[in-house]
Structure formats: C-alpha cells, structure tokens
C-alpha cells in the first residue's frame, strides 16, 4: 500500500495556463520527490488595461510519501 499526500500549489504565466501548469509542476519538482498527478482545480487571469497580462492557476498535486 503507497502513502500519497496532496499539496496546493498556485502558479502563474505571461503565456497561458497550460505554461503556468508546467510552471507549478517544474516548481514542485524541485522540493518534492515522486509527484504522481496534477489537477488543475481553478484557472484564472489578471486583467491590466483591458487585456489579459496573467494567467494563473491552482494546482494539486499528489505525491507518494511511503509504501
């Protein structure tokens, strides 16, 4: 039996959500071992001057920790 835990994790990108995914995961990847799978649970942009300057998005990711 594997011991998963799940951690939130928030994220942004100039370029879209699909890059401030990889951002989040490539950021995660560098503290936390065995990352298994992401959901993106919420997606979202900042608007500045009427235009969309920001995506963001909020992240869980499940890794093992036992097992």
Do not use: C
């Not at 942009?45 to 995506?55: C, F, H, L, N, T």
């Amino acid at each position: 039996m594997a011991i998963m835990k799940v951690i939130e994790i928030l994220a942004d990108s100039k370029k879209s959500w699909e890059d401030a995914t990889n951002n989040a995961v490539k950021k995660a990847s560098k503290s936390v071992n065995n990352i298994k799978s992401a959901y993106v649970q919420s997606q979202s942009v900042v608007i500045k001057d009427g235009k969309v300057s920001a995506y963001r998005v909020n992240v869980k990711m499940t890794f093992q920790v036992g097992g």
